[in-house]
Each structure stands twice: as C-alpha cells, then as structure tokens.
C-alpha cells in the first residue's frame, strides 16, 4: 500500500517522526513529540494521544496528552462520551486494524444527527477523524487520534498510507519507554527497600543475567571489586 499511496517525502516524515520519538526521555515526552509532528505531517487541527489500560475484555484510555483539545472535554469523553465513540468499539480495538477513518464506520447522513457529534464533536470543530491502535501481539497499548474540520477535507488513502507505516515504529518506541520506566520504577522500589541493608548497591539482570539497570552504588562497589581483583 506505501508504494501506491505515498512517496518518498512521505517516506522521511515518518522517519523523522520516529527518530524524534526515539531522542524523547518518557512515554509522556514520547506522546507530546509525537503529536506536535503529526500536527504537521497529517495538517490536523487537534490531536490526542491516549494510553490504553487494563486487560481484555475491560479496557480504559488513560494518560492522555491532547493538542487544541481542553481537559474539560477530555474529562467529558472519558466519563460519558467514551461509550459512544464508533472508533474506540471492542471488534475494532482488539483486531488486527491498526489504522482507520471515521469515514470507514459510520453512515455520515446518520452519524451528523447524532448525540456524539452535536453535543461532543461539532462544539469542537471536528468533522474528520483518522485513529492510529498501537498494538503488540493485538494487545492495545495506546491510540492516536487525529481531527481536522469541516472546512477541511477528508483523511485520504495517502494519509491511511503514512499511519499504517508509521504504527509499526511508534509501537516498538512506546514497547522501550514503557519497559525503561517499568526498570526504573522496580530500582527505585529496590532501592527504598534496600535503605536498611548494609550493603547499597542495586543490580537488575534480565532473564539472560544481563545488567538492566546497575545504581551508582552498585558501579562503585564493582570498580572496587576489580581493582582488589588486581
């Protein structure tokens, strides 16, 4: 579908997006990088970038980052509009999609009399949606959510395109941020554990016993090691 749809420009945006990512310290460092470049590359008006919680067959979006989108109606989605959303639908969520419109779910001349566009969307300016579902193995990590107007077109197959090639990198990225704060919440935990032991220093080894994460401590205590060693 790239090869069809998108182009080599195409092509170094998503590269960019990714290298941007990678550079970011944090998951919420990742998801406001991530949204000030889609801004550009995808000409949104408004953007948000959801964490996606809890295992089947409940789940929540939590940790939200948004662009031209306030708390308040952020708060309103997640209490109440949330379970109207055609896009956030448990078939779609937990399936192999990775990337799809607002155009590909609902019937428009049916969809603009409802409660979820007039009462949420329309108050917000937003007519056209593409979501982007970050996914490891079909289990939801996060989603991407990107809103343009009225006055605007419609998300085309060449945007589709430049999403559907880009999930695959913003999943691997998320994957390590999350797996680096997950290693630097467990040290942290260690080392509050550890205050009362006589000796301070902090080592994690992976399955393979290799160093995750060494403390400060822990290098000193090793250097000291090797230079007794000699």
Same mark, same amino acid.
């Given at each position: 579908m790239f090869e069809k749809d998108a182009s080599l420009p195409d092509?170094?945006?998503?590269?960019?997006?990714?290298?941007a990512g990678l550079e970011s310290k944090s998951v919420d460092e990742l998801q406001r990088v991530v949204l000030r470049y889609f801004e550009r590359v995808f000409q949104c008006s408004n953007?948000?970038? *959801? #964490?996606?919680?809890?295992?089947? @067959?409940?789940?929540s979006l939590e940790r939200v980052v948004t662009r031209g989108i306030t708390q308040e109606w952020v708060r309103l989605y997640q209490q109440h509009y949330q379970k109207q959303d055609p896009l956030v639908r448990r078939p779609i969520v937990f399936s192999d999609i990775t990337v799809?419109?607002?155009?590909?779910v609902v019937s428009f001349n049916k969809f603009l009399k409802s409660e979820y566009y007039n009462d949420f969307l329309k108050p917000q300016s937003i007519?056209?949606?593409?979501?982007? *579902? #970050?996914?490891?193995?079909?289990? @939801?990590?996060?989603a991407v959510g990107l809103f343009r107007p009225s006055y605007a077109s419609s998300f085309t197959a060449r945007d589709k395109a430049k999403a559907e090639l880009i999930v695959p990198y913003l999943v691997g990225i998320l994957e390590e941020k999350m797996l680096s704060n997950h290693i630097m919440h467990c040290a942290?935990?260690?080392?509050?554990?550890?205050?009362?032991?006589?000796h301070k220093?902090?080592?994690?080894?992976?399955?393979?016993?290799?160093?995750?994460?060494?403390?400060?401590?822990?290098?000193?205590?090793?250097?000291?090691?090797?230079?007794?060693?000699h």
């Open positions: 092509l170094l945006e998503v590269l960019n997006v990714a290298r953007s948000s970038y *959801f #964490l996606i919680e809890n295992p089947p @067959p409940q789940f799809i419109t607002l155009e590909e007519r056209h949606i593409l979501t982007m *579902f #970050l996914k490891s193995d079909r289990q @939801p990590l996060g942290k935990v260690f080392e509050s554990v550890a205050l009362g032991w006589p220093g902090i080592m994690l080894l992976n399955d393979s016993l290799e160093p995750i994460y060494v403390s400060d401590e822990a290098h000193v205590l090793m250097n000291s090691l090797c230079r007794k060693e």
